[in-house]
């Protein structure tokens, strides 16, 4: 398959700049891959598609505060570092991103804060808007990641063209986030509520927790036609015991196992035994899943609606089928469906 097959028009309207009022009623569209059908409900009417004991699979994957603004020396020029992630702890190393890279030169130094009690010195160029820093701060590493969060803001998409708003810090994190160190969002477990969680605990359903710290890579553009060619950023992820047990259980005894994200399906397909079945994982994966593909541990999706030419896109595609995806857009688009972070839901069965 070739990156044009996965081009469509998404009017600029429908992609979301806030979320639904109530997370678990944004709407939701199932596709059923066996009948070929596609419905229209809320995504609280999730639970009606899930049996005692089928497994969901959460990336318990959490936010940080990742968007600093700061200041040049001596021109005070205002700069955005985008922290991606943590080279050295010891050394106070950070892998970002920087606007406008043309200013920023190894050897500057950057001033963080109204009193500038944080300062990061420039000292590699990585990419054209890629930096290594290395933080300056006079305290325990403890204090120093105290302040580096103080000072960051909620990294929302720059498709939101708006200011962060005090719900965003909610909002912009699954109510079930642990473990500290994505960029971005985790967004099909955004639809979730402590309410929806509470009453699929009460019907049966099981849960899995795995770890993938979405990085920018995620949302990367892919700048060939042969998807073959194209190379995905390494994300850091974890697939403990307690999860390949609940998992390979419910695989043997044939039931729904639902990835609750193209993150959580990720690091699932990067971590499967020669049997078909989920080994333990830990470490980086640069798995890129595209048509024709067979999965092996799922054989159920949530996921949001995608934009053009994304690999995420590609993805579910591949799991939903092509063609079928392809009706399935052009249906969400003509009913006004909410695309991307902030956006509605799709239930693949």
Partial sequence: MKLSHFDFNLPAELLAEHPAENRDESRLMVLNRKEQTIEHKMFKDLIDYFEPEDVMVLNNTKVFPARLYGNKEKTGARIEVF?????????????????????????????????????????????????????????????????????????????????????????????????????????????????????????????????????LGTFSAVEVEDLSKHKMDSEEAYIRKPATEIINKAISEKRRVCAVGTTAMRVMESAVSSSGTLNEFGGWTNKFIFPPYDFSIANCMITNFHTPKSTLLMMVSAFAGHDFMKRAYDEAVKEKYKFYSYGDAMLII
Avoid at 172 to 198: D, M, N, R, W
């Fill in 83 to 215: 922290l991606l992630r943590e080279l050295n702890s010891e050394t106070r190393l950070w892998d970002v991103l920087v606007d406008p890279a043309r200013k920023i030169r190894i050897g500057n130094k950057l001033y963080f804060g109204d009193d500038e009690s944080l300062v990061a010195e420039v000292i590699d160029n990585t990419t054209s808007r890629g930096r290594t820093l290395r933080f300056l701060y006079d305290g325990s590493y403890e204090e120093f990641r105290k302040k580096l969060t103080s000072l960051g803001e909620t990294p929302l998409p720059k498709y939101i063209n708006r200011e962060v708003e005090p719900e965003d810090e909610e909002r912009y994190q699954t109510i079930y986030a642990k473990e500290e160190g994505a960029v971005a969002a985790p967004t099909a477990g955004l639809h979730f509520s402590k309410h929806l969680l509470k009453r699929l605990e009460i019907k049966g359903i099981d849960f899995a927790e795995v770890t993938l710290h979405v990085g």
